[in-house]
């Protein structure tokens, strides 16, 4: 308790930062039907490359074995059909992080067509629009992000593999913590340049770099952003779906006599309320990202384009204060 009330006035700015991304996704509802739609044509996607994998067994042919002095048929598949396993399982790997990327870049480019509108009417055909250059000219920027986190995925997995092997020695211990530092590193510039790249169109290198020297200047206003923000949800979604789980048990066991299994019905409405919420919080969590870089541009920039956003992003603490670098350009979202 002590430490809710000595951070108070940070849960506060949270709470109020969470509201504005509300606001601005609350203007973009058709986000809710897009994502989800991106996942189903992932799916089918998925289900092309399962029936060619299904196919891709039958290549082959019978040959004679012997064992014992005794020669029977067996099929032998073709020296090709292993390595193309491989490569379709790493194809549906790297398609599902640049499918993820994609989904961030969709909501990052339609709330920043709402962010930089100048008036107080939400412009026609952001979403058809971002949905256009994300599969059209920055679709090489989306895969290369997908790439990077499909690796940075990869290599944490090895890493955590050697921490379980417990191999002893002060370099190993080392050699863990600085990859683990970089991965994250990367992970987190990762994270807005795709944001970066969906508000202005630019490539992925350019946009890495540009938004490096943005969080530079406002690093400790995006890791607020970033934790702060992220764990507040994660705690709203634990205690509402706790809530609503012990609700339907007590439900349940006043109305039925479903015995011990109202406990099963009882978990499995906590797990499917913490998928929807899930689903709903990851939403607006690129939108709080999304929001804090525009927000972050127009600052460089000297310019005010959402008053309401300003407001409460003001209050956010600043590393640095630094003459802006920014160019002056038109916003290609």
């Known amino acids: 308790v002590w430490i809710i009330v000595a951070n108070w006035h940070r849960i506060e700015l949270t709470v109020r930062i969470i509201g504005v991304a509300s606001d601005a996704l609350s203007r973009n509802l058709g986000l ?6 991106l996942t189903v044509g992932l799916l089918a996607y998925y289900a092309s490359i399962v029936v060619f994998l299904v196919f891709s067994r039958f290549n ?14 067996v099929w032998k598949q073709d020296s090709w059909v292993p390595a193309y396993f ?13 499918m993820v ?96 790249a969906a508000i202005t169109g630019e490539a992925y290198c350019t946009s890495a770099r540009m938004t490096y020297e943005l969080l530079r200047r406002n690093l400790l206003s995006a890791v607020f952003v970033e934790t702060v923000s992220t764990r507040l949800l994660a705690g709203v979604i634990f205690v509402l779906s706790s809530v609503y789980a012990i609700a339907v048990c007590a439900i349940l066991k006043g ?9 099963t019905v009882a978990a499995l409405a906590w797990v499917l309320l913490i998928l929807v919420l899930g689903f709903f919080v990851h939403v607006l969590d690129n939108v709080i990202d ?16 959402k008053h309401e956003v300003h407001d409460v992003y003001f209050q956010l603490p600043i590393s640095r204060n630094s003459r802006s670098s920014y160019p002056s350009r038109t916003l290609d979202v």
């Not at 339609?110 to 679709?139: C, E, M, V």
């Open 32 to 37: 809710f039907l897009v994502i989800p739609l």
């Open 60 to 73: 082959g042919k019978i040959v004679a074995k012997e064992s014992n002095g005794e020669y029977t048929c």
């Open 86 to 98: 491989t490569l379709a399982i790493l194809t549906m790997l790297w398609s599902l992080t640049s």
């Open 101 to 196: 990327e994609a989904q961030v870049y969709v909501t990052s480019g339609t709330i920043a067509q709402w962010y930089f509108s100048k008036d107080d009417t939400k412009p026609h055909r952001t979403i058809r629009r971002s949905l256009r250059n994300a599969f059209g000219p920055s679709s090489g920027t989306i895969c290369l992000s997908g790439l990077l986190v499909f690796v940075v995925r990869v290599v944490r997995a090895a890493v955590d593999s050697a921490r379980e092997e417990d191999v002893p020695g002060i370099v190993n211990l080392v050699l863990r913590c600085c990859v683990n530092a970089l991965m994250s590193a990367i992970d987190f510039l990762n994270k807005f340049t795709i944001n970066f």
């Open 255 to 263: 109305v039925s006599d479903l015995g011990v299994n109202m406990y």
């Open 290 to 305: 999304t929001v804090y870089i525009c927000y972050a541009i127009d600052k460089d920039r000297g310019e005010v384009y």
